[in-house]
T-cell receptor, first 111, second 113 residues
Framework: GQSLEQPSEVTAVEGAIVQINCTYQ??????LSWYQQHDGGAPTFLSY????GLEETGRFSSFLSRSDSYGYLLLQELQMKDSASYFC????????????FGTGTRLTVIP | KAGVTQTPRYLIKTRGQQVTLSCSPI?????VSWYQQTPGQGLQFLFE???????NKGNFPGRFSGRQFSNSRSEMNVSTLELGDSALYLC????????????FGSGTRLTVV
């Protein structure tokens, strides 16, 4: 089976840097994705790591290490609007090929 | 470019009834996936359709079904509604069945009373 574990809540100060971790157990996957979801809104795609290493998109960066079964999302220069839930997800490689989501991390940015 | 459109946005149904939700993917996207989101369970995969064929199905009872039309629009149906079916139902589309970049619709909030 698959499991993607994330911290349930993280609080950080405006302007700071925060890292949201994702540890996974899966027999195989194509890559690791990250999604942001504001309250009452739809999940929106942030980034995708097909290969190990760091991907940078503006203030957001995402990292994947397959050997460590671990990834993270790094948010820099935090803004109040970054308060949201963040989900990691993997695209199953074992045949089902669906996008499987982690438990989600609620990020609260405080002044 | 229009996004993923889900209708209706809100729905209230009574236990035992059935409901049909609709999803229009981004033009050109042939893959449509459905997810159920509840506070306690997060995003749970329901099923995926690609080129009118169901490719995968999640661990949900047979009361949950879906289909995809030739224009890639998709519907999901839930029969014999239960209180526990109250959730946000999200549809996501992608151009192919690889990668991780899904585009989600705003969802249908279903309340079963």
């Amino acid at each position: 089976g698959q499991s993607l574990e994330q911290p349930s809540e993280v609080t950080a100060v405006e302007g700071a840097i925060v890292q949201i971790n994702c540890t996974y157990q899966t027999s195989g996957f194509y890559g690791l994705s990250w999604y942001q979801q504001h309250d009452g809104g739809a999940p929106t795609f942030l980034s995708y790591n097909a290969l190990d290493g760091l991907e940078e998109t503006g203030r957001f960066s995402s990292f994947l290490s397959r050997s460590d079964s671990y990834g993270y999302l790094l948010l820099q220069e935090l803004q109040m609007k970054d308060s949201a839930s963040y989900f990691c997800a993997v695209r199953d490689q074992t045949g089902a090929n669906n996008l499987f989501f982690g438990t989600g991390t609620r990020l609260t940015v405080i002044p | 470019k229009a996004g993923v459109t889900q209708t209706p946005r809100y729905l209230i149904k009574t236990r035992g009834q059935q409901v049909t939700l609709s999803c229009s993917p981004i033009s050109g996207h042939r893959s449509v996936s459905w997810y159920q989101q509840t506070p306690g369970q997060g995003l749970q995969f329901l099923f995926e359709y690609f080129s009118e064929t169901q490719r995968n199905k999640g661990n949900f009872p047979g009361r949950f079904s879906g289909r995809q039309f030739s224009n890639s629009r998709s519907e999901m149906n839930v029969s014999t509604l239960e209180l526990g079916d109250s959730a946000l139902y999200l549809c996501a589309s992608s151009a192919n069945r690889q990668g991780g970049g899904y585009t989600f619709g705003s969802g249908t909030r279903l309340t079963v009373v």
